[in-house]
């Protein structure tokens, strides 16, 4: 019975850690997944129907890896395995949960090869992918060029679904897509080749695109790993700046020119915007604080 839902064939690969809330904020709001129930388990998705790819081996199945079959069990997503035949403690869990072991796992050598062969043949297919910093292991990193060739997208799942590409593949080559000419007056131009219009660069052109990529590039770095540190300084701000808007007590409306014999400490309460008496003990760190005339 035709559900009117898009099919999508997930895959993934790379050893790295991965914390489970990543795994689990990143793929629930890019699939549109329904929220959980009681027992942990993830409503379906009202936009996909999901199929995942999971590769088993000693070196395969890393932690990330496995916290994105944990994530697939919760979400009751059929899965095939890729398996090399060797093993190690996650292995046996991505095993020993198939439907159907005589169809659901298959015997693969290169698990790297295998996943994108099998993505290849599939209906809309994802490569999800492990980094370390940015980094990917060798095999995860050749994987990722082989389906960037196949023309299937690639998403660092540790970078919350960063879409991969030949900039993240050092020592990676891209198909042959364009080819530098050099022009009568001898400068260098680049003439890409493709089913559109023939574009010509000159040399000092397809440097300021290559600089436009990178820093677009830096860019969305810039806010994926400094939005939270940024955002507390805000915050911060903010509550320093209110801290200075905050209404005065009638005590300081008396005369300037007479001295207080007594003070008292205030810190302001950003929750309710207003100074409050200190109380007994040291204030906490980090709060604003005043001395009225007591």
Request: net charge negative.
């Amino acid at each position: 019975m035709a559900t009117g839902k898009r099919t999508v064939s997930l895959g993934i690969l790379g050893v790295a850690e991965v914390p489970t809330s990543l795994v689990v904020d990143a793929l629930n709001d890019h699939l549109a997944m329904g929220p959980e129930d009681a027992e942990g388990y993830f409503g379906p998705s009202d936009r996909y129907e999901l199929n995942l790819l999971i590769p088993a081996g000693e070196h395969a199945t890393s932690q990330g890896v496995h916290r994105v079959w944990e994530w697939g069990i919760r979400c009751e997503l059929p899965y095939r395995v890729l398996w090399d035949e060797t093993g190690n403690d996650f292995t046996d869990d991505v095993l020993a949960n198939v439907d159907n072991p005589e169809q659901d796992i298959v015997i693969a050598g290169d698990l790297g090869k295998a996943m994108v062969e099998h993505l290849g043949q599939a209906e809309n297919p994802l490569l999800l992918l492990l980094s370390t910093d940015g980094q990917f292991d060798e095999a995860t990193a050749s994987a990722a060029a082989a389906a960037l060739r196949e023309s299937i997208p690639c998403h660092d799942l540790s970078r919350a679904l960063l879409e991969v590409g030949w900039q993240h593949l050092p020592g990676h080559e891209p198909p042959q897509e364009s080819a530098l000419e050099v022009e009568a007056d001898g400068q260098t131009a680049l003439s890409v080749v493709s089913d559109a219009p023939d574009v010509t660069l000159t040399a000092t052109e397809a440097a300021t695109v290559s600089q436009s990529l990178a820093e677009a590039e830096a860019f969305v770095g810039d806010l994926t790993n400094d939005l939270v540190s940024r955002a507390e300084s805000l915050r911060q701000t903010l509550i320093h700046g209110r801290s200075l808007l905050a209404p005065s007590k009638p005590q300081d409306q008396e005369a300037d020119d007479e001295k207080p014999k007594k003070t008292r400490l205030e810190i302001f309460n950003s929750e309710t915007g207003e100074w409050e008496p200190a109380g007994r003990g040291r204030p906490p760190a980090g709060v604003q604080k005043r001395r009225v005339p007591a």
